[in-house]
């Protein structure tokens, strides 16, 4: 199965080493939104879409990303790093995964894990969660994504 990874880490690189685990268990390759081929991610068969998060939300550039990819037709997964945890009625990865689902892309489902941050209000104690994302969290990035694997794909 052709896998792709999107991912954009731009803080700690605790986004990329979730993304780097998760290839490990799909054998799949990981690409910054720029300068990807949008050709090369719509023709995978899975693709993840992961960034950190900023002020409750992912990064805008995967989201640019989607918006210029054609029509998909293979399944795609999100996946966050956050300093605070998901606000259970409005999860990280819910926009991104609407728009996945409107641009034809079955949304296998989403992964999230606490990490690292040094946002304004945490810096001058040194940031939170300073050993994130840790063993245990890469541990069920890999478990996600191997899960992943046993899902069968859309038919077309």
């Known amino acids: 199965m052709k ?27 990981v690409v910054p939104p720029e300068p990807a081929d949008p050709a090369e991610v719509a023709g995978a068969e899975l693709v993840g879409f992961g960034s950190g998060v900023f002020h409750g ?52 489902g989403s992964f999230s894990c606490r990490a690292f941050d040094t946002w304004a209000p945490f810096r001058p104690v040194g940031g939170i969660n300073k050993q994130r994302p840790d063993d245990a969290d890469l541990a069920a990035a890999h478990a996600f994504a191997a899960r992943l694997l046993d899902r069968p794909g859309p038919t077309a």
């Open 3 to 29: 896998a792709v990874i999107v991912c954009t880490s731009v803080s700690h690189g605790n986004t990329r080493r979730v993304a780097d685990t998760m290839a490990e268990a799909l054998g799949a390759k």
């Open 57 to 108: 939300r992912l990064h805008p550039r995967p989201t640019g990303f989607v918006e210029a990819l054609p029509a998909g037709l293979g399944r795609a997964f999100v996946f966050a790093t956050s300093g605070l945890p998901e606000f259970p009625p409005m999860p990280f990865a819910r926009p991104l995964s609407r728009l996945l689902a409107r641009k034809g892309f079955e949304v296998t």
